[in-house]
């Protein structure tokens, strides 16, 4: 990724930089919170409703009884999760 620092410098240092959104590449912009969150919401089961635990990318991960056991699970995993509207 295009990472710079705040006086324009590349550095492999990723605490002092950071991404700059007009260098951002579309398969980038894809990649962005994969590693630190995921979402939760309804979906239907053969076995009726359920709830759908699913990466930034929108790939599923997990399937729970209900949304607090759904976003339990995404903390267990050391991820935040977000809520989507």
């Not at 398969?27 to 709830?51: D, K």
């Not at 729970?64 to 056991?69: H, T």
Request: aromatic share 6%; hydrophobic share 50%.
């Amino acid at each position: 990724m295009n990472i710079k620092t705040h006086d324009g410098i590349a550095e492999d240092a990723p605490f002092q930089a950071f991404l700059d959104p007009h260098q951002i590449t579309e398969a980038q912009l894809a990649e962005l919170g994969l590693e630190e969150i995921a979402y939760v919401r309804p979906i239907m089961t053969p076995n009726g409703p359920a709830f759908g635990v699913f990466a930034a990318n929108g790939v599923p991960m997990a399937v729970a009884a209900d949304n607090s056991v759904a976003r339990a699970a995404i903390v267990q995993h050391e991820l935040a999760p977000v809520s989507v509207h």
